[in-house]
């Protein structure tokens, strides 16, 4: 699942970059960047910030930890049933975010080369299952290296085709180009930012990367890398959605309807490349999206496997089960969840409705829980619980019009005309939830660990739980996750011998 903690500092910069840097990120980029201009393409600076903050604050924790999916500490401290019930919405998210990233890869094939999507979406998934199948971790990390340069160079070699085509007129967008932030849409501007940048870190593809390096320097600088090399990849793709939206699509090849309907604004990318660029040009820039498509989808199915297998199917079903029935189990994980991406890209037809959704719940949900569970000393599955539902229910009743949801509470600048929450919902419902995290996990605390109340009122075990964190944190942290191994038994031991050799005792060997 880990690849044994063999990363070094290239193999994860490239992994990391090729995570972030998927179809959605560079197809999204490019329609922004043709349709809204600068300004609203928050996707490229966001997601980077967000890295950031990730590779200085919680990649350096995770790693010290030796913890096996991100769901670890969570199911460590809170116990297994409230560790996997955080799972379901960053289940979900995955799922659809597959189904995504394969869809857009259909489309982009279908107007390119003039092939059903429904093949391409196929075959593409099938070669990731496979090759995440035989070699796990370290064969989607490597070939990774292989499909981020192929997105670079397929990216970067179409720019000066497509802005120097008979068909650009860039005069026509150079007071356009930059875009605009409308007024009285600021709350919402910072509020979309701030789901950009905070709920980009509660991603497990991302720590199944930062767990597996070699150590926490490493994690936290691979990551600040990468997080700097995926910006300069956007600066291609939105070179490329700035040629589209000064092209004049009556005088190319293009024969679909016009103006460009909002339904087909989202393949401004392989527009470009099909009717601007040469055809071998055309050919090597679809490579370069298929590679982008495929370095997510092999993640994505990838991290779903591994937190099925660890934190479902060991943690609460088989605790006992060998390192071979996990193996296959993960195995088998990996193409279930490829075999539901694929179903989720072929025949949804509001997939991006619902990825926008999941997004905004790893955001309003997740980041608080994460962050609570790692820095916040007495947080509790009573404050967890609590967050949690403060969270979904503030969430929910804003409302969301591209899911179909009504609003049933409208903030201060509700805009009835188009039934949009102008006032930042996201950010507020996050905090909400945090805030109820902190204090009711503080009063738990006070009334079950302190001993205010009576112990037969704590359903949820927080006495035990704390009590068991503590003499945990007595023992070498390898021993905390990790299966124990030959070399580190030994370690353990003597620093167990060293650390009673005051009371003049033994302990008996720790592989008896």
Same mark, same amino acid.
């Given at each position: 699942?880990?690849?044994?903690?063999?990363?070094?500092?290239?193999?994860?910069?490239?992994?990391?970059?090729?995570?972030?840097?998927?179809?959605?990120? =560079?197809?999204?980029?490019?329609?922004?960047?043709?349709?809204?201009?600068? @300004?609203?393409?928050?996707? +490229?600076?966001?997601?980077?910030? /967000?890295?950031?903050?990730?590779?200085?604050?919680?990649? +350096?924790?995770?790693?010290?930890?030796?913890?096996?999916?991100? #769901?670890?500490?969570?199911?460590?401290?809170?116990?297994?049933?409230?560790?996997?019930?955080?799972?379901?919405?960053?289940?979900?998210?995955?799922?659809?975010?597959?189904?995504?990233?394969?869809?857009?890869?259909?489309?982009?094939?279908?107007?390119?080369?003039?092939?059903?999507?429904?093949?391409?979406? &196929?075959?593409?998934?099938?070669?990731?299952?496979?090759?995440?199948?035989?070699?796990?971790?370290?064969?989607?990390?490597?070939?990774?290296?292989?499909?981020?340069?192929?997105?670079?160079?397929?990216?970067?070699?179409?720019? *000066?085709?497509?802005?120097?085509?008979?068909?650009?007129?860039?005069?026509?967008?150079?007071?356009?180009?930059?875009?605009?932030?409308?007024?009285?849409?600021?709350?919402?501007?910072?509020?979309?930012?701030?789901?950009?940048?905070?709920?980009?870190?509660?991603?497990?593809? #991302?720590?199944?990367?930062?767990?597996?390096?070699?150590?926490?320097?490493?994690?936290?600088?691979?990551?600040?890398?990468?997080?700097?090399?995926?910006?300069?990849?956007?600066?291609?793709?939105?070179?490329?959605?700035?040629? /589209?939206?000064?092209?004049?699509?009556?005088? %190319?090849?293009?024969?679909?309807?016009?103006?460009? *309907?909002?339904?087909?604004?989202?393949?401004?990318?392989?527009?470009?490349?099909?009717?601007?660029?040469?055809?071998?040009?055309?050919?090597?820039?679809?490579? $370069?999206?298929?590679?982008?498509?495929?370095?997510?989808?092999?993640? &994505? #199915?990838?991290?779903?496997?591994? =937190?099925?297998?660890?934190?479902?199917?060991?943690?609460?079903?088989?605790?006992?089960?060998?390192?071979?029935?996990?193996?296959?189990?993960?195995?088998?994980?990996?193409?279930?969840?490829?075999?539901?991406?694929?179903?989720?890209?072929?025949?949804? %037809?509001?997939?991006?409705?619902?990825?926008?959704?999941?997004?905004?719940?790893?955001?309003?949900?997740?980041?608080?829980?994460?962050?609570?569970?790692?820095?916040?000393?007495?947080?509790?599955?009573?404050?967890?619980?609590?967050?949690?539902?403060?969270?979904?229910?503030?969430?929910?009743?804003? /409302?969301?019009?591209?899911?179909?949801?009504?609003?049933?509470?409208?903030?201060?600048?509700?805009?009835?005309?188009?039934?949009?929450?102008?006032?930042?919902?996201?950010?507020?419902?996050?905090?909400?939830?945090?805030?109820?995290?902190?204090? =009711?996990? /503080?009063?738990?605390?006070?009334?079950?660990?302190?001993?205010?109340?009576?112990?037969?009122?704590?359903?949820?075990?927080?006495?035990?739980?704390?009590?068991?964190?503590?003499?945990?944190?007595? @023992?070498?942290?390898?021993?905390?996750?990790?299966?124990?191994?030959?070399?580190?038994?030994?370690?353990?031991? $003597?620093?167990?011998?060293?650390? &009673?050799?005051?009371?003049?005792?033994?302990?008996?060997?720790?592989?008896?």
């Amino acid at each position: 699942m880990l690849a044994n903690r063999s990363f070094g500092l290239v193999i994860a910069c490239f992994t990391l970059t090729a995570t972030m840097v998927c179809g959605g990120f =560079i197809n999204g980029t490019a329609e922004y960047a043709a349709w809204y201009g600068l @300004l609203q393409t928050q996707l +490229p600076l966001g997601s980077c910030i /967000g890295f950031l903050i990730s590779g200085l604050v919680y990649a +350096p924790k995770m790693r010290r930890e030796r913890y096996v999916t991100m #769901f670890d500490p969570f199911q460590y401290k809170y116990g297994r049933k409230m560790g996997a019930l955080l799972i379901i919405p960053h289940m979900f998210s995955d799922l659809f975010w597959s189904g995504s990233v394969l869809a857009a890869l259909g489309g982009t094939v279908s107007i390119i080369a003039d092939i059903d999507p429904t093949i391409s979406i &196929i075959v593409s998934a099938l070669v990731s299952v496979v090759y995440t199948f035989l070699g796990g971790l370290i064969a989607v990390a490597y070939t990774d290296v292989i499909q981020i340069l192929m997105v670079a160079f397929g990216l970067v070699l179409a720019c *000066p085709y497509a802005m120097s085509s008979d068909h650009v007129n860039l005069t026509s967008v150079s007071s356009t180009w930059i875009g605009e932030v409308p007024a009285g849409t600021e709350w919402m501007y910072a509020d979309v930012l701030c789901l950009l940048v905070f709920g980009g870190i509660t991603w497990q593809s #991302f720590y199944q990367r930062i767990l597996a390096c070699k150590s926490p320097r490493v994690a936290m600088l691979s990551t600040s890398f990468a997080a700097v090399f995926s910006f300069l990849f956007s600066v291609p793709a939105f070179v490329l959605g700035v040629a /589209g939206s000064a092209a004049d699509w009556n005088s %190319t090849a293009y024969d679909g309807p016009l103006p460009i *309907p909002d339904d087909r604004k989202s393949y401004m990318l392989p527009m470009v490349l099909s009717f601007l660029v040469p055809l071998p040009v055309s050919i090597i820039g679809l490579c $370069a999206i298929a590679g982008a498509v495929m370095s997510s989808a092999d993640s &994505i #199915f990838l991290s779903s496997a591994t =937190i099925f297998t660890k934190n479902i199917y060991q943690d609460i079903f088989r605790p006992q089960a060998s390192s071979k029935e996990m193996l296959w189990m993960f195995r088998f994980f990996i193409v279930f969840f490829g075999v539901l991406g694929t179903l989720v890209a072929i025949f949804s %037809t509001t997939i991006y409705g619902l990825f926008v959704l999941c997004c905004d719940l790893m955001y309003v949900v997740l980041f608080p829980q994460l962050t609570c569970v790692l820095w916040l000393p007495w947080s509790n599955t009573y404050g967890s619980l609590a967050g949690l539902a403060v969270s979904l229910l503030l969430r929910f009743l804003c /409302g969301d019009p591209m899911l179909g949801i009504p609003s049933v509470i409208k903030f201060p600048m509700y805009d009835h005309d188009t039934e949009t929450q102008l006032f930042p919902f996201r950010t507020f419902s996050m905090l909400a939830g945090l805030g109820c995290q902190v204090m =009711i996990s /503080g009063v738990a605390h006070v009334l079950f660990v302190l001993g205010y109340a009576s112990v037969r009122f704590d359903i949820f075990n927080c006495r035990q739980q704390r009590s068991h964190q503590i003499q945990t944190k007595l @023992l070498p942290v390898e021993l905390r996750v990790d299966e124990p191994q030959e070399g580190m038994l030994g370690e353990t031991q $003597a620093f167990l011998d060293d650390a &009673i050799k005051a009371c003049g005792k033994s302990l008996p060997p720790l592989n008896e």
